[in-house]
């Protein structure tokens, strides 16, 4: 654990996270440090000259739902009609498939957004057809990648653009950046960016170099925005002013309810009402979709729990017609119940299991579930997080598999949490400290919230609070000094007097014009002597 932090030390670790120091909007590469950045410019202008039929292609999380929106937005702007389409989770899968190719026949031109890299059988249908294929995607390239027109993805190995770890909405902005400047119209390029930085936030994307300075811009627009769909959602959270919190923990997950439970094409046509009418009638139809995930993950979540196996050092757990859209997060919340990775997979009663995975800790669960490969049908994802289907009749097998490859390849759930930068005496929580803490904001993917220990620490008080109970409110004292805390969603229950390390983060507490400071808590140890 690292040593006792002194603000200055905090500061110097929090600066060290940022080696090419604060950038800003000017640090900006020029659009045409993507390959085919230019070749797809002038195919689209050809086509916008030559009146061609062009589709967009997204995809069902939010970073597929602001770039398309984007792209639909430009092609207003500049008074041309496309068509899009989002590809619906259960019945299309992922992305530009095969399936889709019915649907886009008679169009001139595809441009994807957020997804094509894999498209491999997807692009040959489309050049048999004499469709162009361009494609705008920011994932891993595979082994093959497929034949399109243009292809603008930053992980080319013969890609100039400087920077890897960006979205996809970032990789539209830039697309509508090299148009703008091609069809030499008038656009005001930050009103794109306030669906920019939600995306940026959402894809996880770590909040270091340009992604930070636009997600900066982003949350600043957003605050100026008369995007009806915006105007309406600061309405509904009577908030001016959105952070990246409130989009990553709050807006994010409304617009991923709608691929989630039924069609993320309702989260397109709530980012693009053209009225505050229209916004306010379809966030209430994301709210109530995302109160229908809320409590079906809730529902999935206690009957994976009852059928975990505590010997497993990869939880797998499966489900007859669990809710496919959910299963990811259900996998998330078990492997923090159980500190290990976990694998929540549904069964479709047609002798097929389709689920997700979550790591834990320092868990390479890619590596892990990628050497029971040959029993797979279908397998994708990254260190933390993985899609898979396999027959029924591998369940068993696979299941046993990961076990074994999990203790043969020696990987770890190292329980220390990476996200601790220091042990924190009370006596140096206070609004300086906050004030230190605001100054590398945004927090999120790659830029933490610095989370503490503080140790030997006694609970003066502490209750339940909440309309279920479920959250608890704590007054802790360490060598004489008080401070408040809150701990959210939580079964446990500790006595008067009891001595815990306290994991926590620093905030202020803004209630009826006073401010405060508060403990957020993320976990209490018994203290031990």
């Not at 589709?55 to 929106?69: A, F, N, Q």
């Not at 207003?76 to 590809?87: A, L, Q, R």
């Not at 119209?185 to 992604?211: F, G, R």
């Not at 939880?315 to 159980?338: D, F, L, M, P, Q």
Request: aromatic share 8%.
């Amino acid at each position: 654990m690292p040593e006792t932090l002194t603000p200055d030390a905090l500061e110097r670790l929090l600066r060290s996270r940022f080696k090419e120091g604060f950038l800003s909007l000017k640090d900006l590469p020029h659009p045409h440090t993507f390959k085919d950045m230019q070749k797809a410019t002038d195919r689209i202008t050809d086509a916008i000259g030559k009146k061609e039929k062009i589709v967009i292609i997204g995809d069902y999380d939010v970073d597929g739902v602001t770039s398309t929106t984007l792209m639909k937005l430009f092609f207003e702007e500049v008074d041309y009609s496309v068509e899009w389409i989002i590809p619906n989770r259960f019945r299309d899968g992922y992305g530009l498939s095969p399936t889709m190719i019915p649907r886009i026949e008679g169009f001139d031109l595809v441009i994807t957004v957020d997804n094509g890299i894999s498209a491999v059988e997807a692009g040959k249908m489309c050049k048999e057809k004499g469709i162009d294929l361009i494609i705008t995607d920011h994932h891993l390239l595979p082994p093959e990648i497929p034949e399109a027109y243009a292809i603008i993805n930053q992980k080319q190995p013969d890609c100039a653009f400087p920077y890897e770890e960006i979205c996809g909405a970032q990789i539209t902005w830039y697309l509508i950046a090299s148009l703008k400047n091609a069809l030499d119209v008038k656009i005001n390029m930050m009103v794109y960016m306030e669906l920019v930085a939600i995306a940026i936030i959402a894809d996880m994307m770590p909040l270091k170099h340009i992604n930070r300075a636009m997600v900066i811009s982003g949350l600043k627009a957003l605050s100026k925005s008369q995007r009806p769909s915006i105007r309406a959602y600061r309405e509904y959270v009577q908030k001016e002013w959105l952070s990246a919190e409130d989009i990553g923990f709050f807006l994010a997950p409304l617009l991923n309810s709608a691929g989630r439970m039924e069609d993320a094409s309702f989260a397109v046509e709530f980012l693009l009402s053209s009225n505050i009418y229209d916004a306010r009638v379809r966030l209430q139809r994301l709210i109530d979709l995302n109160d229908s995930r809320k409590e079906t993950e809730e529902t999935i979540t206690k009957e994976a729990l009852c059928s975990v196996n505590e010997s497993e050092s990869v939880v797998v757990v499966s489900g007859e017609k669990w809710h496919e859209g959910v299963v990811g997060i259900v996998a998330a919340r078990i492997a923090r119940e159980c500190k290990k990775p976990c694998i929540v997979l549904s069964d479709n009663g047609e002798g097929m299991l389709k689920g997700s995975g979550r790591s834990f800790g320092n868990c390479d669960l890619f590596a892990v579930v990628s050497r029971t490969r040959p029993l797979l049908e279908k397998f994708g994802g990254h260190f933390a997080a993985v899609g898979l289907s396999l027959s029924q009749t591998q369940f068993t097998l696979f299941r046993e598999q990961l076990q074994h490859h999990f203790k043969e390849g020696d990987f770890t759930t190292d329980m220390i949490d990476p996200e601790i930068v220091g042990e924190l005496l009370f006596r140096d929580i206070s609004f300086t400290l906050t004030r230190l803490i605001k100054q590398f904001e945004p927090y999120g993917q790659g830029n933490p919230v610095p989370k503490f220990i503080s140790k030997n620490v006694r609970i003066r008080q502490a209750s339940p609070m909440g309309k279920k109970g479920n959250h608890l409110r704590f007054l802790l004292e360490q060598d004489g000094i008080m401070h408040h805390a809150v701990q959210f969603k939580t079964e446990e229950r500790y006595e008067v007097d009891t001595m815990v390390d306290v994991v926590y983060t620093v905030n202020e507490n803004h209630f009826r014009g006073n401010t405060t400071l508060q403990l957020l808590v993320d976990e209490i140890n018994i203290f031990e002597q």
